[in-house]
């Protein structure tokens, strides 16, 4: 898998890892952890820095010759609802802020979705909060990155469920710093990711995310596999990505009560293997 | 949501409801219950027909007044070995007959996936295999209806995902018994599902399954709702199917270990008023 990655970066240099990866792990251990590891980034999980110093927590990362990859998650802009929508744009305001101070130059969206309206709704609502948290997220050097969903969470996460409609909704904003990220999880399904990989400027693509599909998924949220352990086709969608002329990380996001359960030392060196082969 | 319904059937008519909505009923007893309630189709599933007089059971819903509108399922025609696809060939041409002994005009395809492979092998060996058994199902009066699922069903159940590649491999196949089968819990949430259906005569289109999509959805499988319990715009959809020209049964199709488990003839009563509704 390395093969494709930056050629300034060595070992696991071009390797990065979500917080939520290893979440029973304080983010303090994981920093110490990944760095320990040789792995090159850290994308950080809002929950992971609650309650913490930023400052500190910045200086501590940079220390370890960590680079900040980006911060997860801001979004849930869809509601019939015009005061959550507001409250929603509030809450971006400051995920922008807080992945500022803490010197990431993303902020990842989940972009929402509401039940009790149409998609079609939902994805105007979307395009509204992004041309209104554009200009703020560009004053203060964050770019902000629309993930599309897998289709399964289409009722309460994302209304943006395919690379095309993510890749049309950023150009529709029309900002510099509104880009896509791609996720194998929500897209390896996808007739046309390559065809839709093929249409994007490296300069629209803000993120890579990794993991894999396991076969049966035993859990719609929380069942995620490492590398290797499913059925993406990785080494070919990491290609096509890298045909973009994408310079970035290589994230390893993975929600996985099973992974989560077991030794996190193993499941780091499990991780750092699989990226390895 | 019978408004749209075809203008020859009054009441319940237009309905049609698959046996494995009501799973606990022997297929019999869903035979009398379905007539009871004045609903119009009945689409057998195959373990519903095990170890039956094929002849008995067809004389049964004939004298009942319920019509045969399809049979489910054959298809699972992916696979990495020759031999399974050899085998799957066969058992296709099964249910073939069985949809002919049982006077069923059409068997739903749920076309396969391996996870061992690429999703385009699978869709290669699908059309492959539809290539093989058209023929052999128009011989005896039978049509194949391709089904898109889920994408989340993508890694073992289908790689035929969306309208568009169900909609594209049936032209490809260029049989004319050879369509494609809507079903909302698989579609609702494509952006381009509108614009596929414009797409699609109505002589392209064999069956259109209903159900809900309910929020949170706790298994990936079985937990399908009745119209009304969830998120899904199917009086939308239903125009949208209507508009093609499609004349056919609004079929009911739900898995739910929740509703098996309760008294059916509630259950039954439950999806005609929401039908009506």
Chains 1, 2 share one sequence.
Not at 22 to 34: S, V
Not at 56 to 66: E, H
Not at 163 to 190: K, Q, S
Request: glycine residues 8%; charged residues 25%; negative net charge.
């Amino acid at each position: 898998m390395s093969s494709s990655m930056s050629e300034t970066r060595t070992g696991h240099a071009g390797l990065c890892l979500h917080t939520v990866t290893t979440r029973p792990w304080p983010i303090e251990t994981a920093i110490e952890k990944y760095a320990a590891a040789g792995i090159g980034g850290i994308t950080i999980w809002r929950d992971a820095v609650e309650d913490r110093d930023t400052a500190v927590l910045r200086r501590q990362i940079q220390d370890a010759g960590l680079e900040v990859v980006s911060l997860c998650r801001g979004g849930f802009f869809a509601s019939n609802e015009l005061q959550e929508r507001n409250a929603a744009l509030e809450d971006n305001r400051r995920v922008i802020e807080l992945a500022s101070d803490l010197g990431a130059p993303l902020v990842v969206l989940v972009c929402g979705a509401d039940p009790r309206q149409d998609l079609a709704d939902s994805r105007e609502q979307i395009h509204d909060a992004l041309v209104t948290l554009a200009p703020y997220a560009a004053e203060r050097g964050v770019k902000l990155g629309i993930e599309p969903l897998h289709p399964m969470y289409a009722d309460t996460r994302s209304a943006i469920n395919t690379l095309r409609d993510a890749r049309v909704l950023a150009e529709r904003v029309g900002e510099t710093n509104v880009g896509v990220v791609v996720d194998v999880y929500h897209l390896w399904w996808d007739p046309e990711l390559e065809a839709e990989l093929k249409k994007l400027k490296s300069e629209q693509l803000f993120g890579y995310h990794i993991c894999d599909w396991r076969v049966p998924t035993e859990h719609m949220l929380t069942d995620r596999g490492i590398m290797g352990e499913g059925c993406i086709p990785l080494a070919k969608i990491s290609t096509w990505v890298r045909e973009t002329g994408f310079s970035g990380f290589d994230e390893v996001e993975i929600f996985s009560t099973r992974l989560w359960s077991q030794d996190q030392d193993t499941v780091l060196k499990r991780i750092t293997e699989a990226w390895n082969g």
